[in-house]
């Protein structure tokens, strides 16, 4: 069964300090992958999407990129954080294009 | 411009009860629909889905409605549990336009009490 896993599950940074968040999926190949934020009392925001690797989508421009170096990893950057980068982190995968399915998701908390 | 709305931001719902979640979308060419469910600190999790080719689609408690004429579908869960309190998500996807994305409702806040 596939399985999906991110890292850290808390962080706080201050501000102006990089950033990395981790995302790797089990037991599946090719993926699609992506990275969404939920801010507080709000909606799933969809900051990026990648169909292989090396294959980024930006969905919003803003302080963050994001990367593909493997298959079934996913990355999550940020040279300096800003205070408006805190919230909920999310990595999610699918294949054909239909449900994704979610990790256990990342507080980031910048101060 | 929200494409998928669901216009009640929180919902009551006594135990037992049913529990009736509303979704309305603005774009024809959505093929696909689907709702999640998300607790607190935790990721969504994948409820039940339903394609524009149905009306409706059944999972134990969880029935899902498919309006296509009123671009509108709901969620229904009989009983409600205490246990189904959380936010729920709809989402849909274009099959005209990106199909490796969702479109995502805000969410709505359901409280089952007990």
């Known amino acids: 069964s596939q399985t999906i896993h991110q890292w850290p599950a808390t962080l706080v940074q201050p501000v102006g300090s990089p950033l990395s968040l981790e995302c790797t999926v089990e037991g599946t190949s090719n993926p699609n992958l992506y990275w969404y934020r939920q801010a507080a009392g709000r909606g799933l925001q969809l900051l990026f999407y990648s169909v292989g690797i090396g294959q980024i989508s930006s969905e919003v421009p803003q302080n963050l990129s994001a990367s593909r170096p493997q298959d079934r990893q996913f990355i999550l950057s940020s040279k300096k954080l800003l205070l408006s980068d805190s919230g909920f982190y999310l990595c999610a995968w699918s294949v054909v294009g239909y449900e994704q399915y979610f990790g256990p998701g990342t507080r980031l908390t910048v101060t | 411009d929200q494409q998928v709305k669901q216009n009640s931001p929180s919902l009551s719902v006594q135990e037992g009860r049913i529990s009736i979640l509303n979704c309305d979308y603005t774009?024809?060419?959505?093929?696909?629909f689907l709702w999640y469910k998300k607790y607190p600190a935790e990721g969504p999790t994948f409820l039940i889905s339903?394609?524009?080719i149905k009306d409706k689609n059944e999972d134990g408690r969880f029935t899902v409605f498919l309006n296509k004429s009123a671009k509108h579908l709901s969620l229904h869960i009989v009983p409600s549990q205490p246990g189904d309190s959380a936010v729920y998500f709809c989402?849909?996807?274009?099959?005209?336009?990106?199909?490796?994305?969702?479109?995502w409702g805000l969410g709505t806040s359901l409280a089952v009490n007990p």
């Open positions: 774009n024809s060419m959505f093929d696909y």
């Open positions: 339903i394609s524009s």
């Open positions: 989402a849909a996807r274009d099959y005209a336009g990106n199909n490796r994305k969702l479109i």
